[in-house]
């Protein structure tokens, strides 16, 4: 079966009991990699490798967690907000080039597992931090810089940000806790974006729920000025400081650009979940190929054909992977704790396969980059018992945690961004009050949104392809999907 995954323990976060030691820095670790500083009640992370595209490694982050935890601490400390230096990337990923230049030895693929410890442990820190976190995702937020960003509270997306999860390209799987936030964007987005490596660029981060905010990266500096200035009274709680911060981002907000409406709407977004809600990459493909044929949208057909063409250049291995990691963390229910677990293990068993070091040396390290020989080559070549070994228990040791935190299996800070379908059908369904007009719904969302840019239109987009009126006038959900 598909989904078979050799996942036995429901209690899997609960064995890692001993909280990890906070990393110390090292003797040769570069002084300048993370710059620091404090504006007010602000403490600003700064990551400052701009000629390596602000690419995340070892150095960094023994620098930021044990800055993070002070911060933690101190009464001073109101809020952090992580950017990186220059106006090309926040952070462009982890450093893996120098990972897979040292995966020819034992010993050099327990150095890798240890990077990718202390990645995930920092990122994990970043998810259950209890202190307003706020990433600028300003330029390239790829890889290892989703996962300083994507799981804080406040996400904010600019006209030069490029995000997207590469990994399936370079023989790896869409880490950093793509588990988690994946599955959870709007219908089979996430799993789209797993397989595909598609980049979102500027204002369809926001679009798409990867982002919480749009405004343009010149307002950033005057934003971080203007947060500075914010004092919480000691009886504020957790959401009376994210509301208090939200609305100082929102006053910056110039709206979204009219001129570039959401990808993942109307026709195109049907298309994507008819495609991609499938449990085998076989039948993706093979749905992709029906769409292609079939479809009578021209961009539609379009975007199925160029889709086919990408996923059959990335690691068949990686895919089948990825795909599954899409479906048996909602299945299992992980935690933001075992996600993080479960992901060192599949990583630390990536480094024992062959395509990384292949999909690594070949995309990123030879000049110019040529296209990977894969092994397996195929898809069918890639038994189901091999992905099982990825997800099987008890092979690695279980990452400690910095911090327990709670281990939520759904963000806390989820109203934050656009109103996702999962909300407008929740409404529909479960509201004492019964809805009659798409438009005075989409105004509702508005207004509990307090005006933020796009909500009417997201809620509209969503209403025209999952809801119907019933026979009395009402408005009722009409999918079956569970999106």
Known sequence: M??????????????????????????????????????????????????????????????????????????????????????????????????????????????????????????????????????????????????????????????????????????????????????????????YLALTSAQLKGVQAYWAGVATHYIHSSALSSLTARLGELVFKDYYTREQKWQSIDDTIEEFSSGVPHDEPALFRGAMKEAVDRCFRYDTVEEILGALQKEAKEATDETVGEWATSTIRTINEKSPTSLKVALRQMRVSPKYQWSIAETFQREYEIAARFMKHPDFVRGVSAKLIQKPPVKPQWEPARLEEVEDSSVDEFFADGEDRRMELLNFGIPYKNYPHSLLALPSEKEVRDELIGSEREWKNKKELAKAFFKGRKGKAGVKEKVEDVLARKSSVAGDGRLIWSQSDGS
């Not at 890692?16 to 040769?28: F, S, V």
Request: with cysteine.
């Open 2 to 191: 598909p989904l078979k995954a050799k996942i036995q323990n429901p209690n899997f976060s609960s064995q890692a009991r001993k909280l990890a030691e906070i990393p110390k820095e090292l003797p040769e670790d570069d002084p300048d990699d993370v710059l620091f500083n404090s504006i007010y009640g602000v403490r600003t992370i700064e990551l400052n490798r701009p000629k390596k595209l602000n690419s995340l490694n070892a150095s960094m982050a023994r620098k930021i967690i044990p800055r993070l935890k002070e911060w933690e601490n101190s009464e001073l400390a109101q809020m952090i907000i992580i950017a990186g230096h220059g106006d090309r990337a926040f952070c462009a990923g982890g450093d893996v080039a120098a990972l897979a230049k040292q995966n020819d030895s034992p010993a050099g693929i327990e150095a890798s597992k240890a990077y990718f410890q202390l990645e995930y442990q920092l990122d994990h820190l970043i998810a259950t931090y209890e202190k307003p976190y706020i990433a600028y995702m300003d330029g390239i937020t790829m890889g290892g810089g989703v996962g300083l960003s994507v799981h804080a509270p406040f996400r904010i997306a600019t006209e030069r940000t490029i995000f997207g999860m590469p990994e399936t390209s370079i023989g790896f799987f869409p880490d950093v806790g793509g588990s988690f936030f994946l599955p959870r964007l709007d219908g089979y987005i996430g799993t």
